[in-house]
């Protein structure tokens, strides 16, 4: 079964606006990661948050962490219609192997 | 490019025949992944490995697919007899096996396996 679960499912929001994704996930982890796919593409890594982290920033990404009720936000700010893709979480269940959630796909009305 | 390579890029087959993917990990990569995306669907593990070992393949089916990364040469996800519920998208990823705490994935391109 998927380790991590995104909400929503879906999002869509004017460029401009925030956009704020949520992961949740069962196991204890070491490391949680967001992951963007660009439709029928590979996915590219975004940033990486340790388990003794609360909070990343990169660029206008800002990430998350709460291990206590093993859940992470991605926010991006000040969207573009070039963040519209889908996004996914991904969790290393306290070992190298990596399982990712079921994704949300978000889409930046210019 | 020392990026993820995939290919083919899309592979049609006819049920029963034999479908072979390759990965070849960015230099220096020692880890590789396969996962299995269907449309409108995130991506599913399959298999995990390292140069000769396979560490994880617990989200492989048991018949028909195999997986393995040998010491020279790229990866190899092979499935045999092919069955329509088989097309998907598999993609591939690398990493540099430096911790767990470091495990960033670099992906392939994918390869789209369409089977008639």
């Known amino acids: 079964s998927q380790q991590g679960e995104e909400d929503p499912q879906a999002l869509s929001i004017q460029e401009g606006e925030n956009a704020t994704m949520n992961c949740s996930y069962k196991t204890s982890i070491n490391n949680l990661q967001w992951y963007r796919q660009n439709s029928g593409r590979g996915l590219v890594h975004l940033i990486l948050i340790r388990s003794n982290e609360r909070e990343k920033h990169s660029g206008r990404l800002r990430v998350t962490l709460d291990t206590s009720k093993k859940s992470s936000s991605l926010l991006i700010t000040a969207s573009r219609a070039a963040d519209t893709a889908s996004y996914f979480c991904a969790t290393d269940g306290g070992y190298q192997k990596v399982t990712f959630g079921t994704g949300t796909k978000l889409q930046v009305i210019p | 490019n020392a990026g993820v390579m995939q290919n083919p890029r899309h592979l049609v087959r006819r049920r029963g025949q034999e479908a072979r993917l390759r990965c070849s990990p960015m230099?220096?990569?020692?880890?590789v992944y396969w996962y299995r995306q269907l449309p409108e669907e995130g991506l599913k593990f399959m298999v995990y490995l390292q140069k000769e070992n396979i560490i994880d393949e617990s989200g492989m089916p048991k018949e028909r697919f195999s997986a393995e990364f040998p010491k020279e040469g790229p990866s190899i996800l092979r499935i045999q007899q092919v069955v329509r519920g088989d097309s998907a998208a598999y993609f591939c990823?690398?990493?540099?096996?430096?911790?767990?705490?470091?495990?960033?994935?670099?992906f392939g391109s994918g390869t789209q396996l369409s089977v008639l």
């Open positions: 990823a690398s990493s540099n096996g430096q911790g767990v705490t470091n495990e960033k994935l670099f």
């Open positions: 230099k220096g990569h020692s880890h």
